[in-house]
C-alpha cells in the first residue's frame, strides 16, 4: 500500500503542489514524520508517525488533534486551519507595510540612516543593558583604592566576599565604605 506524503507538510506551510508530494509505504511515510519530528518537534509529526506506525489507533490520533486544538485556542491562539497560510501572508505583508511606513517617517524627520536603521547604532550591534546592582553593594575603600563592591575586593584578595563585608562592617574610622 503506498502513501502520499507532504515533503515540506501542511502544518508547516506545505503544499498540495506535485513537487511537493512523495508517493512512500507506510513504514517509509511513518519514519519520515518521525524524522521530521526529531528535526522541528512539530506535535502533528508526531502523533502521524505514532499514527501510521500503528502505536496508536485512529480514534486517538483524533482525539490528540482536537485535544492540542483545543489547548491552543485555550491559551489564545486560535487558528482557522483551513486559512491559516493567507492569513500569515497577509499578516506578513502587513507587517511589511508598517514597517515601511515607519522608516520613510523616519526618513522624512532625518531619524534613519542605511548604516544604523532606526535604532540608532549599527546594524547587529545589540543595545548594552546596564548591569544590576544588587542590592546592598557599595563601593569599598582598601588601602587607599576604591573597590565597586566587597565581592571585587574579595576576588582581589582571594577570600570570601562575606568575610570583606564583615571587615568593612567593623571599620570604626569610617574609611571602608564610601
Given at each position: 500500500?503506498?502513501?502520499?506524503?507532504?515533503?515540506?507538510?501542511?502544518?508547516?506551510?506545505?503544499s498540495d503542489?506535485?513537487?511537493?508530494?512523495?508517493?512512500?509505504?507506510?513504514?517509509?511515510?511513518?519514519?519520515?514524520?518521525?524524522?521530521?519530528?526529531?528535526?522541528?518537534?512539530?506535535?502533528?509529526?508526531?502523533?502521524?508517525?505514532?499514527?501510521?506506525?500503528?502505536?496508536?489507533?485512529?480514534?486517538?490520533?483524533?482525539?490528540?488533534?482536537?485535544?492540542?486544538?483545543?489547548?491552543?485556542?485555550?491559551?489564545?491562539?486560535?487558528?482557522?486551519?483551513?486559512?491559516?497560510?493567507?492569513?500569515?501572508?497577509?499578516?506578513?505583508?502587513?507587517?511589511?507595510?508598517?514597517?515601511?511606513?515607519?522608516?520613510?517617517?523616519?526618513?522624512?524627520?532625518?531619524?534613519?540612516?542605511?548604516?544604523?536603521?532606526?535604532t540608532g547604532?549599527?546594524?547587529?550591534?545589540?543595545?548594552?543593558?546596564?548591569?544590576?546592582?544588587?542590592?546592598?553593594?557599595?563601593?569599598?575603600?582598601?588601602?587607599?583604592?576604591?573597590?565597586?563592591?566587597?565581592?571585587?575586593?574579595?576576588?582581589?584578595?582571594?577570600?570570601?566576599?562575606?568575610?570583606?563585608?564583615?571587615?568593612?562592617?567593623?571599620?570604626?574610622?569610617?574609611t571602608s565604605?564610601?
Amino acid at each position: 500500500m503506498r502513501h502520499t506524503h507532504h515533503i515540506i507538510p501542511k502544518h508547516m506551510g506545505g503544499s498540495d503542489d506535485a513537487s511537493n508530494l512523495i508517493s512512500v509505504s507506510v513504514e517509509e511515510h511513518a519514519e519520515l514524520h518521525l524524522a521530521l519530528y526529531l528535526e522541528h518537534g512539530k506535535w502533528e509529526d508526531y502523533i502521524a508517525a505514532q499514527g501510521l506506525a500503528g502505536i496508536i489507533g485512529h480514534e486517538d490520533v483524533v482525539y490528540h488533534v482536537s485535544e492540542q486544538r483545543r489547548k491552543a485556542q485555550s491559551i489564545g491562539v486560535t487558528k482557522d486551519w483551513e486559512n491559516r497560510d493567507q492569513k500569515r501572508k497577509e499578516l506578513s505583508e502587513r507587517n511589511r507595510r508598517t514597517k515601511s511606513q515607519e522608516i520613510k517617517k523616519a526618513w522624512a524627520d532625518g531619524k534613519y540612516d542605511n548604516r544604523t536603521g532606526l535604532t540608532g547604532r549599527p546594524k547587529g550591534v545589540k543595545e548594552k543593558k546596564p548591569r544590576k546592582v544588587r542590592n546592598g553593594t557599595r563601593p569599598v575603600c582598601y588601602n587607599n583604592e576604591v573597590y565597586p563592591s566587597c565581592a571585587h575586593l574579595a576576588r582581589q584578595l582571594g577570600t570570601y566576599p562575606c568575610k570583606v563585608r564583615r571587615w568593612a562592617e567593623t571599620q570604626t574610622n569610617g574609611t571602608s565604605y564610601v
